[in-house]
């Protein structure tokens, strides 16, 4: 605690605690510890000590001091008839998108507050037999207000909970942090009455409907929000797991085994097709040397090699006069159009770009003679 002191602010004598200051000095005082019940000694004739209690022969007790200053705060709000109110205010909430929303109009001041009635320790059948520190009634028909004390633990989570739950006005007021100088009979006036810094409401029921009534109001939007935010999660989770079997896809589908089973499928399924394009143009006993049974670029495409290197040479090559040009591009498009090719493993850094492939065949026709290169990635026959 800090300002923690041992001397004892105030000695009990007839129900009343005392300062050392109102009494004679030493035991003449009369005056008993308000903790643990020792006499005491009123330490009130020094000049350079402020005046105070010590045990007569207890030994000197933190407790001790703790309870005089709770005593000494509900004996203040007994006697008085007005008390500073805390501020209220609620912070901003905030929906998915970020969007503050702001209640200035469920805020509220300090305010003094006069009340006619004051009760000590009263116990509330409605909070369960608990009993707050003082009970506050006010001149006009309403529900009292509880005040609590602190000097060294806060409310209860317990307490807390059921005076929500029961709708009561309850305010906390915090003497935890005081030193000397603030026992000073009116500052500590001050600091139980009307100090601004050290209270708060623990549940104030008019600004808390208030609160809840403009929560209500934009629930609505921020429900909107979330739901909009839990559906872009979602469609980035399932884009995540998309990619994520694509991605897998093309890791299985690019291993050489899996690679091999493709090329023997598709050798089996095309091999009509690879014998007709071959008997139209070519003679067995001399195969093209440009033409190749397999290509490591050529994976991706959904015809196997011979077919669609065939196909290339009968669309755009055979019969067709001297000069006649074509580009990469116009035959890469063509043979993904005719054959296709297996989307799912574009993009990933390890599968080839088929168009290689394609480039390496025109690459090997010039290389034979069939066409020339051209400017511009060109070829003519």
């Given at each position: 605690?800090?300002?923690?002191?041992?001397?004892?602010?105030?000695?009990?004598?007839?129900?009343?605690?005392?300062?050392?200051?109102e009494v004679d000095s030493g035991l003449a005082c009369g005056c008993r510890c308000p903790g643990c019940g020792d006499r005491l000694v009123a330490r009130n004739r020094g000049n350079r000590r402020r005046s105070h209690f010590a045990h007569h022969k207890a030994p000197e007790s933190r407790a001790c001091y703790e309870t005089a200053l709770h005593k000494m705060a509900k004996q203040i709000l007994l006697e008085a008839r007005g008390l500073l109110l805390p501020a209220f205010s609620k912070p901003p909430v905030y929906d998915a998108s970020g969007r503050e929303y702001t209640f200035d109009e469920c805020h509220a001041e300090p305010r003094?507050?006069?009340?006619?009635?004051?009760?000590?320790?009263?116990?509330?059948?409605?909070?369960?037999?608990?009993?707050?520190?003082?009970?506050?009634?006010?001149?006009?028909?309403?529900?009292?207000?509880?005040?609590?004390?602190?000097?060294?633990?806060?409310?209860?989570?317990?307490?807390?909970?059921?005076?929500?739950?029961?709708?009561?006005?309850?305010?906390?007021?915090?003497?935890?942090?005081?030193?000397?100088?603030?026992?000073?009979?009116?500052?500590?006036?001050?600091?139980?009455?009307?100090?601004?810094?050290?209270?708060?409401?623990?549940?104030?029921?008019?600004?808390?409907?208030?609160?809840?009534?403009?929560?209500?109001?934009?629930?609505?939007?921020?429900?909107?929000?979330?739901?909009?935010?839990?559906?872009?999660?979602?469609?980035?989770?399932?884009?995540?797991?998309?990619?994520?079997?694509?991605?897998?896809?093309?890791?299985?589908?690019?291993?050489?085994?899996?690679?091999?089973?493709?090329?023997?499928?598709?050798?089996?399924?095309?091999?009509?097709?690879?014998?007709?394009?071959?008997?139209?143009?070519?003679?067995?006993?001399?195969?093209?040397?440009?033409?190749?049974?397999?290509?490591?670029?050529?994976?991706?495409?959904?015809?196997?090699?011979?077919?669609?290197?065939?196909?290339?040479?009968?669309?755009?090559?055979?019969?067709?006069?001297?000069?006649?040009?074509?580009?990469?591009?116009?035959?890469?498009?063509?043979?993904?159009?005719?054959?296709?090719?297996?989307?799912?493993?574009?993009?990933?850094?390890?599968?080839?770009?088929?168009?290689?492939?394609?480039?390496?065949?025109?690459?090997?026709?010039?290389?034979?003679?069939?066409?020339?290169?051209?400017?511009?990635?060109?070829?003519?026959?």
């Amino acid at each position: 605690m800090p300002g923690y002191t041992l001397k004892i602010p105030a000695g009990e004598r007839d129900g009343r605690l005392l300062r050392a200051e109102e009494v004679d000095s030493g035991l003449a005082c009369g005056c008993r510890c308000p903790g643990c019940g020792d006499r005491l000694v009123a330490r009130n004739r020094g000049n350079r000590r402020r005046s105070h209690f010590a045990h007569h022969k207890a030994p000197e007790s933190r407790a001790c001091y703790e309870t005089a200053l709770h005593k000494m705060a509900k004996q203040i709000l007994l006697e008085a008839r007005g008390l500073l109110l805390p501020a209220f205010s609620k912070p901003p909430v905030y929906d998915a998108s970020g969007r503050e929303y702001t209640f200035d109009e469920c805020h509220a001041e300090p305010r003094l507050w006069a009340y006619h009635t004051a009760h000590e320790e009263m116990r509330r059948a409605d909070l369960d037999g608990r009993t707050p520190d003082v009970v506050l009634i006010g001149p006009k028909p309403q529900r009292p207000l509880l005040v609590e004390v602190r000097v060294t633990h806060q409310v209860d989570e317990a307490k807390i909970e059921l005076v929500r739950k029961r709708d009561e006005a309850m305010m906390e007021i915090d003497l935890s942090s005081l030193s000397d100088s603030d026992l000073e009979s009116e500052r500590l006036r001050q600091l139980v009455l009307a100090e601004p810094h050290n209270r708060e409401w623990i549940h104030c029921p008019h600004w808390e409907s208030r609160y809840l009534s403009l929560l209500a109001r934009i629930q609505p939007d921020i429900d909107a929000a979330h739901e909009e935010f839990a559906r872009q999660q979602a469609a980035e989770t399932e884009e995540l797991a998309k990619q994520d079997r694509e991605r897998n896809y093309a890791r299985t589908a690019s291993m050489p085994e899996s690679r091999q089973r493709k090329l023997a499928k598709m050798r089996l399924r095309d091999q009509c097709r690879i014998e007709e394009l071959y008997a139209r143009h070519f003679d067995e006993e001399n195969p093209p040397g440009w033409l190749m049974d397999s290509d490591p670029d050529a994976w991706p495409f959904e015809a196997h090699p011979l077919l669609w290197q065939l196909a290339i040479y009968d669309k755009f090559i055979a019969n067709k006069p001297v000069g006649t040009g074509f580009d990469i591009r116009t035959l890469v498009r063509w043979v993904r159009s005719t054959f296709g090719c297996d989307e799912r493993l574009s993009g990933e850094a390890w599968v080839p770009d088929p168009a290689r492939a394609v480039a390496a065949l025109m690459a090997r026709m010039r290389d034979t003679g069939v066409v020339r290169r051209g400017r511009d990635g060109w070829y003519q026959l």
